[in-house]
């Protein structure tokens, strides 16, 4: 496992760079661990899909902040969603954690989760939080101090890493920027964007 020093150095870099070594680490939110067989980078100020794109809120300031801290947010108002900031301070770039498999706490998982199958108590962004607990309230927690807690372990194979382009996006969709284990049955479905519809125009 990555001393902490070495991870901070690690997650200081590119979210390119980033976005592939965190597959197979493991998130770890008091009884519940998750194993990230999914993620997708988001780069700032040169990237469309970017929450930062734009400008500096209060909404993204911790992107702005040091690398290793958790960025949360609502996603269409009902849904948590978390990211590992990476990049030097400044940079405000991201990598979406996307979905994982559960390596620890089962049943708190479930419980949290309803019926849902082993396969899907993390598959997308959303569930993931939900199966680990995370709120909005973990937004800026430091991963390496917790409680919610990063673990980096050996890097997965290149050769078992697939990628393409990131789920839902309007801003530059194309992109290959999600990352996902090869054959991983945990990963999320794929889907573009819904087309915006022009005024006046029959939906």
Same mark, same amino acid.
């Given at each position: 496992?990555? *001393?902490?020093?070495?991870?901070?150095?690690?997650?200081?870099?590119?979210?390119?760079?980033?976005?592939?070594?965190?597959?197979?680490?493991?998130?770890?939110?008091?009884? #519940?661990?998750?194993?990230?067989?999914?993620?997708?980078? /988001?780069?700032?100020?040169?990237?469309?899909?970017?929450? *930062?794109?734009?400008?500096?809120?209060?909404?993204?300031? #911790?992107?702005?902040?040091?690398?290793?801290?958790?960025?949360?947010?609502?996603?269409?108002?009902?849904?948590?969603?978390?990211?590992?900031?990476?990049?030097?301070?400044?940079?405000?770039?991201? #990598?979406?954690?996307? *979905?994982? =498999?559960?390596?620890?706490?089962?049943?708190?998982?479930?419980?949290?989760?309803?019926?849902?199958?082993?396969?899907?108590?993390?598959?997308?962004? *959303?569930?993931?939080?939900?199966?680990?607990?995370?709120?909005?309230?973990?937004?800026? #927690?430091?991963?390496?101090?917790?409680?919610?807690?990063? =673990?980096?372990?050996?890097?997965?194979?290149?050769?078992?890493?697939?990628?393409?382009?990131?789920?839902?996006?309007?801003?530059?969709?194309?992109?290959?920027?999600?990352?996902?284990?090869?054959?991983?049955?945990?990963?999320?479905? /794929?889907?573009?964007?819904?087309?915006?519809?022009?005024?006046?125009?029959?939906?």
């Amino acid at each position: 496992m990555a *001393a902490s020093a070495e991870l901070r150095d690690l997650l200081a870099g590119s979210p390119l760079d980033v976005a592939p070594r965190l597959l197979g680490a493991v998130v770890r939110h008091g009884e #519940v661990a998750v194993r990230l067989t999914e993620v997708e980078a /988001y780069a700032g100020a040169d990237d469309p899909g970017s929450h *930062a794109y734009r400008s500096r809120t209060p909404r993204n300031e #911790v992107m702005f902040g040091p690398a290793g801290h958790l960025y949360t947010y609502f996603s269409y108002g009902m849904h948590v969603c978390a990211n590992v900031v990476t990049g030097l301070p400044g940079t405000a770039s991201a #990598v979406l954690l996307r *979905a994982g =498999e559960i390596v620890e706490g089962h049943d708190v998982a479930r419980s949290r989760r309803g019926s849902s199958t082993e396969r899907d108590l993390a598959r997308g962004p *959303a569930r993931l939080c939900q199966a680990l607990g995370i709120t909005l309230e973990h937004g800026g #927690v430091d991963l390496l101090a917790g409680p919610v807690l990063l =673990e980096l372990d050996e890097p997965t194979a290149a050769g078992a890493v697939s990628t393409g382009p990131r789920v839902g996006l309007r801003g530059a969709p194309d992109r290959p920027w999600r990352f996902w284990i090869t054959g991983e049955s945990t990963v999320s479905a /794929y889907r573009p964007a819904k087309r915006l519809t022009p005024p006046n125009q029959p939906r």
